[in-house]
């Protein structure tokens, strides 16, 4: 069972472009909603994040829009740039008893930005 | 300020043998996760070790196992190595009860 769904899985998008990303989630005792950047041999780097008392998150060129009534929480890249060519994982997150967390993954999504 | 730290980088094993990987965390944090992430996928938990305890596990056999030293580093060891367990294996440091985890670059895993 995937708990949360990434679309697309891959991504063309002109430079000065915005790129975006969708995931939904089912678990709705779900309560932490991260983003991952992953370059070819690296491991995965927090981007940004967001509670779901919060509609939207805003960091620079990244933006985190959240719909808690549909489940559904997407990242926006403002004016993409090929140094943002790499994969992007959306991830959920819960309180599974003393405070203890772990990372739900999406499958990725490839972006490739175009000059 | 270090990050996460992983070694090794890459190791080659053959199927049947035993392999243990290596992880520091973050300066400050005392919790540690691993994940498996197979080619072309997201990440999978393993498990979490927080107080050299395991804390939290995820769907993996019982051939997937850790520990954690009193300085919060922590091993993963795999044994009986199959072909399927060919990945690249993350590591990632939290603090407490902290929810926000940092990974590390990871051990690339290849089993023949």
């Known amino acids: 069972q995937q708990q949360v769904k990434q679309s697309p899985q891959s991504l063309i998008v002109q430079k000065g472009g915005i790129s975006i990303i969708n995931c939904a989630y089912e678990?709705?005792?779900?309560?932490?909603f991260p983003w991952y950047q992953q370059f070819p041999g690296k491991g995965p780097a927090l981007l940004i994040a967001?509670?779901?008392?919060?509609s939207e998150k805003k960091e620079g060129r990244f933006t985190i829009s959240f719909n808690k009534s549909a489940k559904q929480f997407s990242l926006h890249i403002m004016d993409s740039q090929p140094g943002d060519s790499a994969t992007y994982f959306c991830?959920?997150?819960?309180?599974?008893?003393?405070?203890?967390?772990?990372?739900?993954f999406g499958k990725g999504t490839k972006l490739s930005v175009i000059p | 300020d270090a990050g996460v730290t992983q070694s090794p980088t890459h190791l080659i094993k053959t199927r049947g043998q035993q392999v243990t990987l290596r992880c520091s965390p973050k300066?400050?944090?005392?919790?540690v996760s691993w994940y498996q992430q197979a080619l072309g996928q997201g990440p999978q938990f393993i498990f979490q070790?927080?107080?050299?305890?395991?804390?939290q596990r995820g769907n993996f056999p019982d051939r997937f196992s850790g520990h954690q030293f009193p300085n919060y580093s922590s091993e993963l060891n795999v044994n009986a190595l199959l072909l399927g367990d060919s990945a690249l294996y993350l590591c990632?440091?939290?603090?407490?009860?902290?929810?926000?985890?940092?990974f590390g670059p990871g051990t690339r895993l290849t089993v023949l």
């Open positions: 990632a440091s939290s603090l407490g009860d902290r929810v926000t985890q940092y």
């Open positions: 678990n709705t005792a779900f309560d932490y």
């Open positions: 967001i509670r779901p008392d919060v």
């Open positions: 991830a959920a997150s819960k309180d599974s008893g003393a405070g203890s967390y772990q990372l739900t």
């Open positions: 300066s400050g944090h005392d919790t």
């Open positions: 070790y927080y107080e050299e305890e395991e804390r």
